[in-house]
């Protein structure tokens, strides 16, 4: 099993920035083979994507509501994922998950095979 932990959220104004991260523990071993992704869910929405990061490096994925703004990264050496969230809209407010998927991604959520229990992200006008 693998547990992963979101962090970073909290309370910004528009324009601001905020970085999550995620770090993983458990059977982390081949966490390196992993694709691993964001998804955000705000209220009374679904969980949608935000971006992935494919286990082989390449083929990075973003939300189009998202490009230019946010970046994922990670560091297999760590076993954690990031995002960094620049111009900050109140759009953006939503709880912000974290997901690992064995050498595959996806923009559906219910594909993952592992999920945090998110951080929350409010965005003020």
């Known amino acids: 099993q693998v547990q992963l932990v979101e962090s970073g959220g909290g309370l910004v104004q528009a324009g601001g920035s905020l970085r999550l991260s995620c770090a993983a523990s458990g059977r982390t071993l081949r966490m390196s083979m992993y694709d691993m992704a964001w998804f955000r869910q705000a209220p009374g929405k679904e969980r949608g994507f935000v971006a992935a990061f494919p286990w082989t490096g390449g083929g990075i994925v973003y939300a189009d509501s998202v490009k230019g703004r946010f970046t994922i990264s990670r560091d297999n050496s760590k076993n954690a994922v990031y995002l960094q969230m620049n111009s900050l809209k109140p759009d953006d407010t939503a709880v912000y998950y974290c997901?690992?998927?064995?050498?595959?991604?996806?923009?559906?959520?219910?594909?993952?095979?592992?999920w945090g229990q998110g951080t929350q992200v409010t965005v003020s006008s």
């Open positions: 997901a690992a998927r064995w050498r595959s991604s996806s923009k559906v959520w219910e594909a993952y095979d592992y």
